[in-house]
């Protein structure tokens, strides 16, 4: 019945690609979504596996490819999964969370129609409901430049996904009820390594050799950092953007970030720590792997490296080394730096504050004021289906309230083909990290204290940095600027997952009249269809 119903469906989503005139290469995949038991941290916890596998499988894919992923929930609950940094160009409808898709019912499936359009890099995807990311169900995506478009580095003898990320033995459904009854998460008890507590994950290389890591910080709560023993780092990709190929010692990735580095096998031939540990806790996790030489003449030795532990103007500067190399070729053969997007004029400001506080004695965390609460019907197909008193537009300000948090389904409304600036201000103590869905935008400035019009003067309009993610340091602001070229209902959450989980999210709607493909696809004819939108009809077959 399942492979009865996938064939159907894709056979159905083939017709919509080609009436949008697609005709790129599809690739195929049939994942059944599991409980399971795992022991990372050397206790056994249910975990969420993918085709049996944790964390689940990579897709690999090249610029343009058609995703056709056929997802079974053999849960006892709902399930989604969404995929952080693709971008579902015209398409919000698959982004796989709750404001534009609905939930898949335990024991059916959802077949997923995905383009990676225009899109190179390294991301990664992950379950976006109920805390079921503390469980896993994660995995790396990666998108291949097309062979006729030159990539500014030599292709690496080896190509690796880090999955990185702070992890609890506890599991999710109790992580879970401790939310839901209003209390705050405790300190997370380890770090994974793919999957793996220390010392349990290994890479293998040859001497002399150059290789590829595409790290992802899948965890919950805690900024990581990334190095290996005696070995240097050349950043050279993030989140989709090919960067100026600085070296580094160690890096920072921030909750929800990704990127890709080389690192050659120039050393003595033996064994050598990778390790990863928290940034600005106390105190700090730490967990290795092992990077093993092919000829290696003996084990690792002596204790890992340090890093750096709570010093924030070291990954602030960092943060700000990190640039596009405007020469490189993007998905398309022409310059990434051929789009100037400092030379257009911003025609609004957003100002984004992020609170924490208690709403009716139980925790919960804000954007200007809103906290957060999923309306009874995915925003999108109230939108669709014209379903009044879903949501309101401009449930949430454009500027910080400075008023009591307050719950309500949040949902910002903009102009598609707007040139806009957003500035995240972070009053609080603590790293926050913020993610937009449906687009790569260009991080032109963070500093300490409070923003303010001068703060402009110091953005860099020229060579930022393109990605999907982005940090604001402790009492601190980040500005970012966005071409809103994607029509769709689009989430912007904190990637710290107890604030997401606790309304630290809200919608922005890009919005058009236009009922033309080139603007937006229509709805998928396998849509599922819950809350108010059950029992209406996607489209004619």
Avoid at 80 to 107: A, F, H, K, M
Avoid at 204 to 222: A, C, F, M
Avoid at 288 to 301: E, K, M
Avoid at 442 to 470: E, K
């Amino acid at each position: 019945m399942q492979l009865r119903s996938a064939v159907a469906l894709i056979c159905a989503t083939v017709s919509l690609f080609v009436i949008a005139g697609a005709e790129d290469p599809y690739r195929f995949f049939n994942w059944n979504v599991t409980y399971g038991d795992i022991f990372p941290l050397g206790v056994r916890q249910t975990g969420i596996l993918i085709n049996g596998q944790f964390p689940g499988p990579d897709i690999h894919s090249v610029t343009n490819d058609n995703l056709i992923i056929n997802v079974f929930n053999s849960l006892n609950e709902p399930f989604l999964l969404s995929w952080n940094g693709v971008q579902n160009r015209r398409n919000s409808y698959e982004d796989g969370v709750y404001g534009t898709t609905c939930p898949i019912p335990p024991g059916k499936n959802f077949t997923y129609i995905l383009q990676v359009k225009d899109q190179i890099g390294s991301f990664y995807y992950f379950p976006s409901l109920g805390f079921h990311k503390a469980a896993g169900g994660f995995g790396g995506i990666r998108i291949l430049s097309r062979p006729r478009i030159p990539v500014p580095f030599p292709d690496p003898a080896g190509d690796y996904t880090v999955l990185i990320g702070d992890w609890y033995k506890a599991n999710h459904t109790d992580l879970r009820a401790q939310l839901d009854s209003g209390r705050k998460l405790p300190f997370p008890d380890g770090i994974l390594i793919n999957g793996r507590g220390p010392g349990g994950a290994s890479f293998n290389v040859e001497q002399g050799k150059t290789y590829r890591l595409r790290i992802s910080n899948v965890g919950l709560q805690n900024s990581l950092n990334f190095r290996i023993q005696n070995h240097k780092l050349k950043l050279v990709e993030v989140e989709g953007t090919h960067t100026l190929q600085t070296t580094y010692s160690s890096i920072d990735l921030h909750l929800g970030q990704s990127m890709s580095v080389l690192f050659t096998a120039d050393q003595p031939a033996q064994d050598y720590y990778i390790v990863v540990s928290s940034r600005f806790t106390n105190p700090v996790l730490t967990s290795t792997a092992t990077l093993r030489y092919s000829n290696s003449a003996g084990p690792v030795s002596g204790p890992p490296p340090g890093g750096p532990t709570i010093q924030v103007d070291w990954s602030l500067n960092q943060a700000r080394s990190i640039r596009t190399n405007l020469t490189a070729s993007g998905p398309r053969p022409n310059p990434q730096g051929s789009y100037h997007y400092g030379l257009i004029n911003t025609t609004r400001t957003i100002r984004l504050a992020n609170s924490a506080g208690q709403v009716n004695g139980k925790q919960r965390y804000a954007v200007n004021s809103v906290s957060f609460v999923p309306a009874d019907t995915p925003l999108k197909l109230a939108d669709f289906f014209k379903i009044d008193g879903v949501y309101r537009i401009g449930s949430i300000s454009d500027n910080p309230t400075g008023g009591g948090i307050y719950l309500d389904t949040s949902v910002m409304n903009s102009d598609y083909r707007s040139f806009i600036e957003i500035v995240f201000q972070n009053d609080e103590d603590i790293v926050q990290s913020w993610h937009l869905d449906g687009y790569s935008f260009f991080v032109v400035g963070m500093d300490g204290g409070q923003w303010t019009a001068a703060s402009r003067n110091g953005y860099n309009l020229r060579d930022a940095v393109s990605r999907c993610t982005t940090q604001v340091y402790p009492k601190s602001w980040t500005a970012i600027y966005v071409a809103l070229d994607n029509v769709g209902m689009w989430n912007l959450r904190s990637e710290y997952w107890a604030r997401q989980y606790l309304g630290q999210q809200f919608y922005l709607r890009v919005f058009t009249t236009s009922t033309s493909l080139r603007d937006e696809y229509p709805i998928p004819k396998n849509a599922l269809l819950c809350g108010r939108a059950s029992g209406r009809r996607t489209r004619p077959l």
